[in-house]
């Protein structure tokens, strides 16, 4: 997947910092960041796979991954995959009220 750079980073700053699946508002902040600079670039439709599988792909890059045990790994595979799935009714419902 194709990110705008400054998509990219934000959505690494969401994946490394702190901790994706600690549900602290701050992690969470990081994600609405992410998605508001993905309308920004790259408009409404979100393509969920392919977004979820580079996400998983940059986070399996990080020392992150070394540490990760097979059920690690599906943990945050599963929270990625949630929190893709949030962001495409984020940008519908966007998109469904003119904002």
């Not at 980073?9 to 549900?23: P, T």
């Not at 508002?25 to 998605?35: G, K, P």
């Not at 993905?38 to 439709?45: L, N, P, R, V």
Request: hydrophobic residues 35%; contains cysteine.
């Amino acid at each position: 997947m194709d990110l705008h750079p400054d998509v990219q980073r934000q959505l690494e700053a969401w994946l490394f910092v702190g901790n994706l699946i600690s549900g602290h508002w701050a992690d969470e902040q990081r994600w609405y960041d992410f998605v508001d600079l993905y309308q920004k670039h790259h408009g409404f439709t979100i393509y969920e796979q392919p977004l979820i599988d580079h996400a998983i792909a940059t986070f399996c890059k990080e020392e992150n991954e070394k540490n990760l045990d097979s059920e690690g790994r599906k943990v945050i595979a599963k929270e990625i995959q949630e929190h893709v799935s949030l962001a495409r009714r984020i940008l519908d419902f966007l998109q469904h009220t003119g904002r």
